[in-house]
């Protein structure tokens, strides 16, 4: 008689069991599974590793709470060279969860944005149409490089 494994339940077919590939093909299906999971979470750093990678090409890092892969990408560009224009504008089919940006004022100071000083300097990033970014800063904030990290989701997944 079969029995399952404890943690997993995988099919464990008694000696005098014929081999049934089905239960074979079950228990691979459920292997592959778990260790994509397991794979996603290292990428993402949420197994207890800390292993964080930026790219500039496209690469799933995780799920986001609806379920959907979690896809991350990051560009580097300049801010533009005046306030409230779109800077960045990923394909239409991305729903743009969260971003990071590091500003590079020069070559020994860089900093998040946004951020806001005293009321007299900021830099900001807003999300419009859910896959383009739009820069608002004040004027000291135009046209530096910037590194951004985008988080998103897609609407075809």
Do not use: H
Not at 115 to 123: D, G, I, L, S
Not at 125 to 151: G, H, M, P
Request: aromatic share 12%; hydrophobic share 30%; net charge negative.
């Amino acid at each position: 008689m079969a029995t399952v494994t404890k943690y997993y339940g995988f099919k464990k077919p008694d000696y005098v069991d014929s081999a049934d590939i089905s239960v074979i093909n079950e228990n691979m299906d459920a292997i592959d599974t778990k260790m994509k999971e397991i794979e996603n979470k290292a990428i993402s750093g949420g197994g207890g590793g800390s292993s964080v990678s930026y790219s500039t090409e496209e690469q799933v890092v995780g799920t986001w709470i609806d379920g959907k892969p979690l896809y991350q990408k990051t560009i580097v560009t300049n801010s533009p060279s005046t306030s409230a224009k779109i800077f960045v504008t990923m394909d239409s089919n991305i729903d743009i969860q969260s971003i990071e940006c590091k500003l590079n004022e020069s070559e020994s100071y860089r900093f998040n944005v946004p951020f806001y000083v005293a009321n007299q300097t900021f830099a900001s990033i807003y999300i419009r149409d859910r896959y383009k970014l739009e820069w608002v800063s004040s004027s000291q904030y135009f046209n530096k490089e910037c590194i951004v990290t985008v988080r998103y989701t897609k609407t075809t997944d």
